[in-house]
């Protein structure tokens, strides 16, 4: 027979203790916050994007012995600043800045025009048909500009726009798909009580347009004056199609001209190329908050 004292041990509840694995120290993404994590990551990528025009500055800013050297120094030990003024000096550089500045502006005064027009017919006036023509538009970004380089220069020499601006300039007056998508997507995203209240007031269409519409669109029009801008400055294909003459080359194509027909050093071309790209920055620098509210407005409606 059982003895109290083992009835008594049989009565009390059984414990097992279970033995926990020792917790693993948290890993560096588990303590930092995940803001820094990006932050850091956008260093990165910024330093990526930054790093050629690094370069370019800085074999710009070197003498001639240095530029050979090897390896490469990242730091000149002389700054030779002189190399902007011989660039500019040894190639016509006054006339390609002069001939890439027409076609610039005219390009993007074309751009500024006819995109918010086309744009404000597509999303604020109701007509048969809108939507269709509208993807029409849109599909035409699909369609490679070397398709169309043969039918363009029969044309233009019909009209005998070869060697001039013309070929440049006028195509921006009748509007680019993504210009119009663009500015189409920001007049989506305003609201259209606005535009009903002008009309209720004794607006026209264009009134309406004009007075009520383009005010607010100014930083999709800004975004769209930088793009156009941008793409006309840095254009390489059509100038070397359409313009002939040394007379009519932009920088773009007068600077890749004197390097395969003259012997320039390759720091007198970093120095050219640096005058090159500073209007472009500049330009990014001054607009760059309109240009970012351009991009960004018509990412919640449309």
């Not at 074309?110 to 269709?132: E, H, M, Q, T, V």
């Not at 009748?174 to 995203?189: A, C, H």
């Not at 535009?195 to 519409?213: K, L, T, Y």
């Not at 100038?239 to 890749?256: A, H, N, R, W």
Request: proline fraction near 8%; aromatic fraction near 14%; glycine fraction near 6%.
């Amino acid at each position: 027979m059982a003895t109290a004292r083992e009835i008594r041990d049989a009565a009390r509840p059984q414990i097992t203790v279970e033995r926990l694995p020792a917790p693993r120290p948290p890993l560096l993404s588990q303590l930092l916050p995940k803001s820094i994590l990006v932050r850091v990551g956008l260093i990165i990528a910024c330093a990526l994007f930054v790093l050629p025009f690094y370069w370019m500055l800085n074999s710009a800013v070197k003498t001639t012995a240095e530029l050979t050297q090897f390896p490469p120094t990242l730091i000149p030990k002389v700054f030779e600043w002189g190399n902007f003024v011989k660039a500019v000096q040894y190639v016509p550089f006054g006339t390609f800045l002069l001939n890439s500045i027409i076609l610039t502006t005219g390009a993007t005064l074309g751009a500024a025009i006819s995109n918010p027009l086309i744009a404000y017919g597509f999303s604020r006036i109701k007509w048969p048909g809108r939507d269709f023509l509208f993807g029409i538009c849109m599909a035409t970004i699909f369609l490679p500009f070397p398709v169309l380089i043969v039918a363009l220069f029969d044309i233009f020499a019909k009209l005998g726009w070869i060697n001039t601006f013309l070929p440049l300039i006028v195509p921006a007056f009748f509007g680019s798909p993504f210009f119009i998508f663009l500015m189409r997507q920001f007049y989506l995203s305003l609201p259209n009580e606005i535009s009903e209240a002008a009309r209720i007031d004794g607006a026209n269409e264009f009134q309406v347009f004009w007075h009520v519409i383009l005010p607010l669109a100014r930083p999709a029009v800004a975004a769209v004056v930088i793009f156009a801008a941008v793409q006309a400055w840095g254009e390489f294909l059509t100038p070397l199609l359409f313009l002939q003459d040394e007379s009519v080359y932009p920088l773009s194509i007068g600077l890749q001209f004197y390097r395969q027909s003259h012997d320039v050093t390759y720091n007198l071309l970093m120095a050219a190329s640096t005058l090159v790209v500073l209007p472009i920055v500049a330009l990014f620098i001054a607009f760059q908050r309109f240009f970012i509210q351009g991009v960004t407005a018509g990412s919640l409606k449309g």
